[in-house]
């Protein structure tokens, strides 16, 4: 039997991660791609296709070196949440302002609590205050509550057992087929069908 000393060294901090890509300026061209393939794809149906297969394909290579390209500028930010007692001194240093619903909402002054909650929890990589805030003058505000997010759940749900649903149909899908009996054979190979008390 596990000991508390055992099990105590065990326990490990939630962790988790936000990808987030820093080229916002090539969303655009995608999305004028996207449209630029759909009306290619029109014309190529239309028969004013090019030689090399079509202009639809042309601009599908194009969406998808764009894609590459966003991929490639795409970073991974860690986060690991706090020990309880350090997150609580920290949620006590950035009290909620009077009369802010968001401050409200959240129970801390979300003017000053989000970069230092980042700060603290990004291990991958690590910043400083200062440094989260030059990150999110280049992010949207949606990457930047992303960011926030992340360490904030970290520190305030549960750790449930999580299940993959993806990974189960994947098992079931790829596991080994059980032979069918043959024939006339029951399947669990015992005697013909009779009354026990016979």
Known sequence: MATFEDI????????????LCLRGDLQRRHEDLERELQDAQEADR?????????????????????????????????????PSREYRDLVAEHPPRKDDQMDALYGV?????????????C??????????????????DGQQMDLFLCPAQLNRERVDIPKS??????????????KRPAPGVSAGGGSSAGSLAG
């Open 8 to 19: 105590l060294k065990s326990a490990k901090l939630p962790e988790g991660s936000v990808p």
């Open 165 to 178: 649903a993806a990974a189960s149909a994947v098992l079931a899908s790829t596991a080994p087929k059980s």
């Open 46 to 82: 239309q028969g004013s296709s090019l030689a090399d297969g079509g202009k639809a394909r042309k601009v599908a290579e194009e969406i998808q070196q764009i894609e590459r390209e966003m991929r490639e500028h795409t970073h991974p930010f860690a986060f690991r949440a706090l």
């Open 123 to 140: 291990i991958d990589p690590p910043m400083t205050v200062e440094q989260v805030a030059d990150l999110c003058d280049v992010l949207t």
């Open 109 to 121: 002054n979300m003017h000053t609590f989000p970069h230092t909650l980042i700060s603290k929890c």
